[in-house]
């Protein structure tokens, strides 16, 4: 629970693999972030804006970066997110259920990186309300 609660007391966040759908979980991460009342930037590769915020196309392309991410992507997309997290100094990362990558996460732990997966989902931890 440590690295949860780590991971959360963080200032800014990014979601990667957010999306314009909102019945997808990328959609349901960054509403559940907006409803906690978090500062959080949407990252999609084909996006310019997710629910009224203004997308990056990648982590590196971020005017900031932020503190935590959440990756809401494939396992095999995930490992160059994780990888670009660690190059960039990020120091939190959460990969939601399904998108974790064994090695790349391995990769970021030794790198001295927060890495939480196989775990809950954000939806659960924050309570999200779908409106």
Not at 22 to 44: E, I, M, S, T, W
Not at 60 to 88: F, K, W
Not at 108 to 127: E, K, Q, S
Request: net charge negative.
């Amino acid at each position: 629970m440590a690295d949860l609660e780590r991971f959360l007391a963080c200032s800014t966040f990014a979601v990667v693999g957010a999306s314009d759908d909102r019945a997808k979980y990328g959609n349901k991460v960054l509403r559940c972030y907006q409803q906690a009342g978090r500062d959080v930037v949407p990252v999609h590769p084909r996006l310019t804006e997710v629910e009224g915020l203004a997308a990056a196309s990648s982590l590196a392309a971020l005017e900031e970066v932020p503190e935590a991410v959440s990756i809401i992507t494939p396992p095999a997309v995930s490992e160059g997110v994780i990888d670009e997290a660690v190059r960039l100094g990020i120091q939190h990362v959460w990969l939601q259920p399904g998108a974790e990558h064994e090695d790349a996460m391995e990769r970021a732990r030794a790198a001295g990186v927060n890495v939480i997966g196989h775990g809950p989902c954000l939806l659960v931890v924050l309570g999200f309300v779908e409106r």
